[in-house]
C-alpha cells in the first residue's frame, strides 16, 4: 500500500531547507548545543537502534512536557481564582497592600488596560498617528496566508522567505 501524499509534498522539496531549531540563537542555542553534546555521549542514541532510541526519547519527552503542561494549566486557572478572591478581599477592606509572615509584601493596584472594542477604527487611528509601519500581522497568520498560497500555485508575499522546516508529528497511543 502507497503512503498518503503529505500536504506540502508537490513544492517543499524545492524551498531551501531550514534545520530544527535553526531560528533558536544566542543562550538558548547555547543550551541546546550544550544538551546536544550530552545526549551524544549516550551509548543508546549511538548505536544501530539510534533512530528508534531518539524517537522513543521524544515520544517519553513529550509526554512528560504534556503532563506538566496539564498541572501547569490547572495551576493557572487556581492562581487566576484566588487572584481574584484575593483582590476582592483586598478592595473589599480598602487595603492595597499586607506583609506575610516572612516580610514579603503583597500588593494590589489598579492600572490602565486598552482593550481594542473596533479593531478598522482602531487602524485608521494607528494609520493617522504614523503607526502603520508598526502594524504587523502575527507570524501564525502571514504563515497560514503563505501556506494557502502556495498550495493554490498562487506567489508568496512580498517580503517573506519561505524555507522548509522540519516538524515532527507524534501519533496516539491509541
Not at 512528560?64 to 484575593?86: R, Y
Not at 478592595?91 to 503583597?106: C, F, K, Q, S
Request: aromatic content about 8%; charged content about 30%.
Amino acid at each position: 500500500m502507497a503512503r498518503p501524499k503529505l500536504k506540502y509534498e508537490d513544492f517543499v522539496g524545492a524551498l531551501p531547507k531550514m534545520l530544527y531549531g535553526d531560528s533558536i540563537e544566542g543562550a538558548q542555542r547555547e543550551k541546546i548545543n550544550a544538551v546536544k553534546d550530552q545526549f551524544r555521549l549516550v551509548p543508546e542514541f549511538n548505536n544501530d537502534h539510534a533512530m528508534l532510541n531518539t524517537a522513543q526519547a521524544y515520544a517519553d519527552m513529550r509526554a512528560a512536557k504534556d503532563e506538566l503542561k496539564k498541572a501547569l494549566s490547572e495551576l493557572e486557572v487556581k492562581l487566576v481564582a484566588i487572584t481574584e478572591l484575593m483582590v476582592d478581599k483586598f478592595e473589599a477592606n480598602e487595603h492595597r497592600r499586607i506583609y506575610l509572615d516572612g516580610g514579603r509584601l503583597v500588593s494590589t493596584y489598579r492600572e490602565p488596560y486598552a482593550k481594542i472594542i473596533n479593531k478598522e477604527e482602531h487602524r485608521l487611528w494607528c494609520i493617522k498617528q504614523g503607526l502603520e509601519r508598526s502594524m504587523t500581522l502575527p507570524w501564525s497568520t502571514t504563515n497560514s496566508l503563505m501556506k494557502k498560497m502556495l498550495i493554490a500555485g498562487d506567489p508568496t508575499p512580498d517580503g517573506v522567505e519561505i524555507w522548509a522546516q522540519p516538524k515532527v508529528r507524534l501519533g496516539s497511543e491509541d
